[in-house]
């Protein structure tokens, strides 16, 4: 679809969201259209809101509702905070940034914990600034996608925890359902996630909740607010219903990726995207290729390029030449990466495909690999034979 | 689907909203993903952006938003409106009571033009509100979905467009598409339609458009918006981009019912919605009921019932037997009226059913149409053939 007449792939998608559809899920988005105000609809919303607890690892609610994953990172905060409250935002990347200009907006005061881009907060830096400042919350990303960072959200929570008047916000978009994010065990107070990241789904959706120190915020959060005013929501979804029109075709299809995770616990989920990740690492390694993030999330791979090898171009040569998408750099990481994501739906075949167009297209770029491709092509078919 | 085992008839939808989707939306719908950062999607994007002009006649850039309709309606308020402004806002149903709620929350001032329910608000009754104190906007829905009812929205902009400290801010979505609503010619403001109704699509995405005389409001509007701040998108449009991760599934599909509407212009849409309209009110005239809005839209039908007959229990039936669903009253209109949405991909024979089903649920309900079934299907049957 993507690529010029020369290619004769079909389309492989390999981003860090969107991502590949389950043929599943790509059937149900066909079904004719049923109304939200109906027996079965009810049911199926009724199921969804449950089953999202599973990959929330959560005794609260979780909440749908129709925005991309910003969205629902606006939803955390104006629930939570009012104008002239301090917080601390971890900007590692493009999406740290986002959440404090977000936050600045509606007139709270950020401080930001700036980290240089590839590398990943430690507790020790949170300890320090909270004993200096009484925060309402702390803000993060768990895996920061501009860089590919895993952030060690488990000891983050650990430390946040002990501070009564402090929220522990997380923007979970490329992380739920792709590596362990347990809500309730980890003190998370808000956790957002994103319909087309591991929930395999288009984007259109966002995925919301609250520990019971963060719902306890609700009614001080005086942020102005209509249609990301959780009260609502939650007094919809009481009544069986959402508060404005369902999306009903992405809940239809959430609901069966749900069931599978259900059916086969979260475990294997894990399992199946750490095994692309490692796939990729082995990749990397095998082609002199390293890694950009310094502590890297199983969601996505962000590749660290030779500065003698433009990243878009790279891009670009495996988009036009072998019709898969991969994603560039953003910013200061621009043309210096390329990230490659591992959650959706994809095959070893498409793994195997990504494989030859890395060594191609690098090849094309004049940095060519030590190794013979064909050499390399049995490497690579044996590791995922043996994984 | 939706009904019981005695029943064995396909599902019909036909509710104002969500509506039926175009089998061609629903094969578009199950395409396998395709990344926004792509030339194939950077073309679909500026297309669907260009077409939806043709919808909302006008010359200004039209915004594609991931949010329901009330989410566009936001944007409509957020941009052009600060704390304290006033506003007159005609509260003719659930729709005009949400917005002046929306507005309130965002501090803004709102005189509440009440108009009973079932009746269209007429350019006098904003004249005289107008002379008495400086609006910053007026706001209406062009349809108000609860009640049926269309607003006289051509004669009510021409007296706002002599104000020029008022904007005229209008509710299109379930009027876009479906009913003329020229956004330039009628001096409208702000407009905002919604994915799920005449558009044929999910529900998920708001599409909203400016006048200069609004766009000129962005900069002093100071309402606090991140999410649905249209200066971002707008800025991210002009690099051919949505700001946050884009809709591509339903921007896709948007697409192609969008180029349906091109090549064949918006008339025969009109038209063809029309037509269900008068086909209902015929149908309404042989079993003698009557409308419930004064002023009717072809969008929906509000189906006033008599005392003696309960709506909800009408809709139940229609749904239970018929595997039909139709929309019941809501608040002082429960149980009262029926509404029935003529968007969206409705064939003859789903007409032929509804007929059938509201017949035979009426003659349940012990109120029994003076007419035969065998006379009164003749009769549906040749208006069909001959309209």
């Known amino acids: 679809m993507q690529g010029k007449a020369e290619n004769h792939f079909d389309y492989t998608l390999m981003a860090p969201g969107p991502v590949n559809l ?101 507790p020790e830096h949170i300890a ?21 960072v895993l952030h060690p959200i488990q000891k983050l929570g650990a430390v946040i925890k002990n501070y009564q008047h402090t929220l522990f916000l997380v923007d979970g978009i490329t992380a739920l359902g792709a590596v362990p994010l347990p809500m309730d065990e980890w003190s998370i107070d808000g956790l957002v996630g994103g319909s087309q990241k591991a929930f395999m789904l288009p984007t259109g959706m966002s995925f919301v909740s609250f520990s019971k120190k963060a719902h306890a915020r609700f009614e001080h959060a005086k942020i102005p607010k209509f249609y990301f005013d959780i009260r609502k929501e939650i007094a919809a979804n009481a009544k069986g219903e959402t508060f404005f029109s369902s999306n009903v075709s992405l809940i239809k299809a959430l609901n069966y990726v749900l069931a599978e995770i259900e059916s086969a616990g979260l475990a294997p989920l894990f399992k199946t995207i750490q095994r692309r990740a490692d796939f990729v690492a082995y990749l990397m390694e095998t082609l002199g290729l390293s890694s950009y993030a310094a502590v890297k999330s199983a969601s996505l791979t962000a590749v660290a390029l030779p500065n003698s090898t433009d990243g878009q171009k790279l891009r670009e040569l495996m988009e036009v030449d072998f019709n898969l998408t991969v994603m560039g750099g953003q910013d ?25 167009a890395l060594y191609h297209s690098l090849q094309k770029l004049n940095m060519t690999p030590s190794i013979s491709f064909i050499d390399f092509q049995t490497q690579m078919k044996n590791w995922l034979a043996q994984n």
């Open 22 to 122: 389950h043929p599943k899920v790509r059937e149900i988005l066909a079904h004719p259209m049923i109304h939200h105000r109906t027996p079965e609809f009810d049911k199926i919303l009724a199921q969804a809101l449950k089953r999202l607890k599973i990959v929330f690892q959560t005794e609260q609610p979780v909440y749908a509702l129709s925005s991309t994953g910003s969205g629902g990172m606006e939803v955390l905060l104006v629930n939570t905070l009012s104008p002239g409250d301090s917080i601390l935002v971890v900007n590692s990347g493009k999406f740290g940034e986002r959440w404090a200009e977000m936050a600045r907006t509606f007139g709270v005061q950020v401080d930001e914990l700036k980290i240089t881009w590839g590398q990943a907060v430690t």
């Open 332 to 356: 200061q990481a621009k043309g210096k990466i390329i990230r490659i994501g591992h959650m959706g739906y994809i095959q070893d075949k498409d793994q195997m495909h990504l494989a030859t």
């Open 128 to 148: 320090e600034k909270l004993k200096t400042k009484t925060y309402h919350a702390v803000l993060t990303q768990a895996c920061e996608t501009s860089t590919g």
